[in-house]
Structures are given as structure tokens and as C-alpha cells.
Nanobody, 123 residues
Framework: QVQLVESGGGLVQAGGSLRVSCAAS????????MAWFRQAPGKEREFVGG????????YYADSVKGRFTISRDNTKSTVNLQMDSLKLEDAAVYYC????????????????WGQGTQVTVSS
């Protein structure tokens, strides 16, 4: 089992930056591909981006490409999502997810999920 805990959410003005993090515990000796998803009220959960278990490859949804950056520190079992140039439509609950089948945009691809952290963007 792997436990994931997100942190760093909060309120930010449009155009600003925020970094959310995900800390993994449990069976972290095994390697996991990691991803970030988000879900806004009344909308389906959507893929934001992902990072391969080595950190060598990152993938982003078109809506965040060029604005968001995913990184990981395997020595600390953490994954970060740096969000720049935030837009009103980026407001959502952000979830990190872990799996061992590569990075994909489907939520069913991942076996472990955090509880989410709220990101609010004000105008």
C-alpha cells in the first residue's frame, strides 16, 4: 500500500503562482509513475500531467502545458506541481495519483490516490 498526502493548496490571484506537493509513504521502495488530476465543482476529474518513475519523462494536458511543471524527488518520495500564470479555470481540487503502468490520462490507470488539496484562483 502507498499513502499519498497532498499539501500546498490555497488561494492565489489570477496570474500568480502556487506549488502543491504530494508526499508518499508506505511501499515507497517500489517505483511509481505519478500523476496530478484536478476536479472542479460539477466537472469530471481531469488529467493535469504526470511524471515517469525515474523523472525523465513528463506529460501535460494541453490546457496547462507551458504553465505547469511537474517534478519529483525520489529520495524524499515527493512529487511537486508548480503552477504558474494561473487562470480562473485552474481552480479545482488537485489530486495526486500513483501507479506502475506508466503515465496515462485515464484515472483508472492509477492505483493510489491522495485526498486532494483545494486550489482557489481569484480575479
Amino acid at each position: 500500500q502507498v499513502q499519498l498526502v497532498e499539501s500546498g493548496g490555497g488561494l492565489v490571484q489570477a496570474g500568480g503562482s502556487l506549488r502543491v506537493s504530494c508526499a508518499a509513504s508506505g511501499r515507497t521502495r517500489e517505483s511509481y509513475d505519478m500523476a496530478w488530476f484536478r476536479q472542479a465543482p460539477g466537472k469530471e476529474r481531469e488529467f493535469v500531467g504526470g511524471i515517469s518513475r525515474s523523472g525523465a519523462f513528463t506529460y501535460y494536458a494541453d490546457s496547462v502545458k507551458g504553465r505547469f511543471t511537474i517534478s519529483r524527488d525520489n529520495t524524499k518520495s515527493t512529487v511537486n506541481l508548480q503552477m504558474d500564470s494561473l487562470k480562473l479555470e485552474d481552480a479545482a481540487v488537485y489530486y495526486c495519483a500513483a501507479g506502475q503502468r506508466g503515465v496515462a490520462s485515464g484515472s483508472t490507470w492509477y492505483d493510489y490516490w491522495g485526498q486532494g488539496t483545494q486550489v482557489t484562483v481569484s480575479s
